[in-house]
């Protein structure tokens, strides 16, 4: 998915706290300046700001609730944007018996189970084929078993290799019913209105928007995600430099951010 790995990315950044990323928070209350996050075990967290990164999938479904209520034009905003599914089912052999290529396609007489395996060994050195399966496709292989999933892949694969081997070993994601995700990318549905990301976008307060779904111009990407992350850190930085009555330090400290942006060997490619 990634040149350098999605590890590289957060090693990069100075995070202190690794405990807090296995908290689910379960309501963002926010005013009077103040935001109280509450985690599902029921501790509260208070800041002056928050900046909410949570996939659309997980604003869709209201798995957080927030008071006071989000207004009308942010819940539109939310309902407004698709939200994709896809899936990878990694399956390793114990030898290749493939070819040396880095894709696998598999075209079917219907759209629904045209599918393709990217070969891992290409990059990695290791017997390892990974198929992907997106849209409605994706969303039924959630309801089969894991073994059912790989099982289903076996007979797509021996429709290109009769002889194939059985894997050792198989990994299904299940990104469309993970709470984590509930989904993997936002899209444009038909018909909506233009600015669905401008309201997404769009502060409420001290409550600041990020994750990919939020990206100015690369939306579904890793590098739309951070780059949307940036913007609203910066944003939320500009608010609280305002609140302090200190503005004029942030654009100084803003201009030295861009210096060392150019800096960060940022190299992500999907393929
Ligand atoms: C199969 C697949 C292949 C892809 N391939 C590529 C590729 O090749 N190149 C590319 O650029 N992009 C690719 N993408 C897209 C890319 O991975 C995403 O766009 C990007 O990771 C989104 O980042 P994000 O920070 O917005 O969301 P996420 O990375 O989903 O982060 C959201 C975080 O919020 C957390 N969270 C959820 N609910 C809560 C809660 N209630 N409380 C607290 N935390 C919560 C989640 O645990 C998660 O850590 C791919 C995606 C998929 C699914």
């Not at 998915?1 to 090693?11: H, K, N, Q």
């Not at 909410?52 to 999938?57: K, M």
Request: proline residues 4%; glycine residues 8%; contains cysteine.
């Amino acid at each position: 998915m990634s040149c350098l790995g999605l590890a590289y990315l957060i090693e990069s950044e100075t995070i202190n706290d690794m405990d807090l990323f296995d908290l689910l928070v379960a309501k963002i209350s926010s005013g009077y300046n103040k935001v109280m996050v509450t985690v599902e075990d029921g501790r509260n967290f208070v800041a002056d700001a928050a900046i909410i990164t949570v996939p659309i999938g997980v604003l869709k479904a209201n798995l957080i609730e927030f008071e006071p209520r989000l207004p009308d034009w942010k819940v539109t905003a939310i309902s407004d944007l698709g939200v994709g599914n896809e899936n990878k089912i990694a399956l390793r052999f114990d030898k290749v018996f493939w070819p040396d290529v880095e894709l696998l396609g598999v075209v079917a007489p219907t759209s629904y189970a045209c599918g393709y395996f990217l070969n891992l060994h290409k990059a990695t050195g290791h017997p390892v084929l990974v198929y992907m399966a997106a849209g409605r496709f994706a969303y039924d292989l959630e309801k089969l078993s894991d073994e059912s999933a790989a099982n289903f892949v076996m007979l797509q694969l021996k429709k290109m290799f009769p002889d194939a081997c059985e894997p050792v070993q198989y990994l299904v994601s299940h990104w469309g019913t993970d709470p984590n995700s509930l989904g993997c990318y936002s899209y444009d549905l038909v018909g909506k209105s233009m600015d669905v990301y401008d309201k997404l976008r769009a502060p409420l307060g001290n409550l600041f928007f990020g994750g990919e779904a939020v990206s100015l111009d690369n939306q579904g990407s890793v590098h739309g995600a951070y780059s949307a992350g940036v913007m609203a850190a910066e944003n939320c930085q500009k608010y609280l430099w305002e609140q302090q009555g200190n503005l004029e330090s942030f654009s100084r400290v803003s201009a030295r951010h861009e210096t060392l942006g150019t800096n960060f060997p940022l190299q992500i490619s999907r393929i």
